[in-house]
């Protein structure tokens, strides 16, 4: 079993609507929750992260990290055409460490 | 400020030959980590380096190696190639606190097709 399970999807989703993007973990050591956005022939960028539990709100992003399920979620509001971009959560355990552990990677095509 | 790059951007090579990438960090910036991705198993680290030391590395045979100059820039190296070795090779840079999250600024990659 993989430390970080991500659906690959690829999902499709109208343009306006709401998109919810999530990864399950079983290391309940990881304390530090990102999500990275990656476009095509691009390198990942980072998007937003959480330490511990709780909830980050940006613009029209959310994350929501539930540690006693082992549950992590990204919501995307009003999405646009140009979200269309491959979704991937990342995690580490400690504090100044360089190994995150990555999900595969949920591709999202937001259509017009 | 110039973000990472990295060099060649796409690589054509044969089983059984060696390849070398190279990655240049963001200005400022001392530690580089390398990353394999790949669609199956997505983005999974190779090794990290600090002031010209390896200080981490994933689980990936010794064929896999790197190397950091003292002006930070990175090379990996990966001899006797393999099919499954085909993927996009990743580095990132980071300015390395001793505590919090350190964020890491990825490089477009290179993508690496092995015959």
């Known amino acids: 079993q993989k430390e970080v399970e991500q659906d690959p999807g690829p999902l499709s989703v109208p343009e306006g609507a709401i998109v919810s993007l999530n990864c399950t973990y079983s290391?309940?050591?990881?304390?530090?929750f990102m999500w990275y956005r990656q476009y095509s022939r691009k390198g990942p960028e980072l998007l937003m992260y959480?330490?511990?539990?709780g909830n980050k709100e940006d613009g029209r992003f959310t994350a929501q990290v539930d540690k006693s399920s082992k549950y992590i979620s990204l919501f995307i509001r009003d999405s646009q055409p140009s979200d269309s971009a491959t979704y991937l959560c990342?995690?580490?355990?400690?504090?100044?460490?360089?190994?995150?552990?990555f999900g595969t990677g949920t591709r999202l095509k937001v259509l017009a | 400020k110039a973000g990472v790059t990295q060099t060649p951007r796409y690589l054509i090579k044969t089983r059984g030959q060696q390849v070398t990438l190279s990655c240049s960090p963001i200005?400022?910036?001392?530690?580089v980590s390398w990353y394999q991705q790949t669609p199956g198993q997505g983005l999974q680290f190779l090794f990290e380096y600090f002031s010209e030391t390896q200080r981490n590395k994933g689980n990936f045979p010794g064929r896999f190696s790197g190397r950091q100059f003292s002006n930070s820039r990175s090379e990996m190296n990966v001899s006797t190639l393999e099919l499954g070795d085909s993927a996009l090779y990743l580095c990132?840079?980071?300015?390395?606190?001793?505590?919090?999250?350190?964020?890491?600024?990825f490089g477009p990659g290179t993508r690496l097709t092995v015959l």
């Open positions: 990132a840079s980071s300015l390395a606190v001793a505590s919090g999250l350190n964020e890491q600024f």
């Open positions: 290391n309940s050591a990881f304390q530090y």
């Open positions: 990342a995690m580490s355990a400690t504090s100044g460490t360089y190994k995150y552990i």
């Open positions: 959480t330490y511990s539990s």
């Open positions: 200005s400022g910036h001392r530690s």
